[in-house]
């Protein structure tokens, strides 16, 4: 178990706009920054983060926390791991409590959790043979060199080597205990039924690593170096609990913050692509591992940029096929370029020949956006042939309507027409015909038999309503929250003047008036706030930054964090209040309302505990009695107002 003192480092050490910033895209917006939700599909940034209170609101979804609490969401962590992972960033030693774990605290791991750590073994494995032993140095050692990769650029991406013999690595794991249906269900090892003893899947090949966003390895990709074997030149690991090649890049975790910093994603297709520019300089590069372009993919690119340039071999026969990851591109509101290398080059070996300057300037000045792209390979085969020619227009102009913002579309259209020398009201009409067999397309319901196409049917809408009660008693704790140790200027009974702070005030209202606090998360914060009294210490927002609950961060998140700033109407002579200004009148306020949804509940409460069978009259007396204090708290509500 890690230590308090080292959960308190780990606190008072990170930055939350930092390790957020790796995963999203974010940008100034007064003293907070702002970026598009990572959780939820959206066009206008409702995700923020305060680095003054060091926390997230994402108002999409309503989720809000701490650090540690977004890698639990985004990396779907657990809260030991989502610790780790930040003390690794940070270089913070981890110290952990010595502690015997029993054997059902063992098995509890989850097979989740355990295929994860094969994974890490066999990456450590296959990392081993290749720098210790000898069949790795002269084999696997030698390719990369052959490769002209460097020995830091080798162990940047974690480059290893699956041994000759057939069990080598499942051999090993099975003697530190891990079991033959968790190395089938990982798919590094096969047990087919004429071999017990297993087989390793990627046996003989040098290995890459694929990791996640954070960078837990979760699969391979592996390539033979043997000409005279009939296998695929590439292997991949199959799909597993942990690992869905459709929403994974390779290359990511490396490159994430240069893709960030410069604003623009590479896009190339190959493992060594990735590497070999690494090695040149160029880190802001990405590879689909081992599939064409998915969707997912584009969203964990369009997290850091809306900016990709694609990077082709000169003379790749699947040039063609690329136009359906440029549709994608579009339709996912990217920005995009496309860049082809000369013939016989491909981004390795372009990037082993030149120094990185002169790279960076080929695809900056090189890279054409997707209309003269696509033009030029399809005029080329249309040749002079009028209606050849027409239909590469037409799908050039499809293109187009995956574009979403209808300002770009005007843009491109008009690009269109001025090379082609056509009229825009012809394009627009054939980008409307276009457009509308998209959506078509996307309307067309998809059934087996289109004889047992379900009926319609009428759906009950189901009402959602707002408890009162708990909507003022968020109220409350958020007002503790925020303004906790605001000192307020009171009055009493006899005209006396008297200070107390917002916390003592709710706390008070909440004792006399014997009201008991509803959710359980309110009850752990205010148990927390009242165990601080007792103490003589105001527990507000700043003692909950580091407190060791991610439901409590939540809370504290939705408390302090605005969704939008206050424009500077200063200059133009117009004045308002500040919160702070109007924060005596608004505990009053809430405190009051409180009161009387309690009142209300108390009431409804003693209705529903009528019994024909006894003697109702005490109990209709304290309704009675309810419901005149109700009356009088509405008289003071109306007066407020």
Known sequence: MITKETIDQIFSTIRVEEIIGEYVQLKRAGSNFKGLSPFHEEKSPSFVVSPSKQIWKDFSTGKGGTAISFLMEIENFTYPEALRHAAKKYGIEIKEDVKEYSEEQIQAQTERDILYKIHEIANDFFQHQLWESEEGQMIAYSYFKERELRDDIIKKFQLGYSPEKKNAFTEFALEKSYSKEILEKSGLSIFP???????????????????????????????????NVKTAKYLNSPETEIYHKSNVLYGLNQGKQAISRKNLCLLVEGYMDV?????????NVVASSGTSLTTEQIKLIKRLTENVTILFDGDNAGIKASFRSIDMLLSEGMNIRVLLFPDGDDPDSFARKHPQEYVENFIDKEAKDFIDFKAEILLKDAGNDPIRKAESIRDIVKSVSFVQNALKREVYLKEVSNKFGLSEQSLFNELQIQTNVTQQQEAKPRFEDKKSAPKLEI???????????????????????KYGDFVLERKDAEGNDYKITVIEEILNHLEEDECEIQLDIHKKIVSEIKEGILQNEIRSGGFFFNFMDEEVSGKLANALIENYQTSNWNKFNIYFSSEEEVVPKLVSDIVLRHKREYVVKLINDFKNSLNDEEDSTPIYQQIILLTQLKNKLDSELFRIL
Do not use: W, Y
Not at 197 to 226: E, N, Q, T, Y
């Open 459 to 481: 759906v009950q809408q189901t009402e959602f309503t707002v408890n009162p009660l708990l909507l003022q008693e968020e109220k409350l704790v958020d007002l503790m929250l």
């Open 193 to 227: 039924e004429n071999t017990p003893s297993g087989i390793d899947r990627f046996r003989d090949r040098v290995v890459f690593p694929i990791h996640s966003f954070s960078g837990r390895v979760l699969g391979f990709g592996a390539r033979i170096l043997k000409n």
């Open 275 to 283: 590497v070999s520019l690494h090695q040149s300089g160029i880190e």
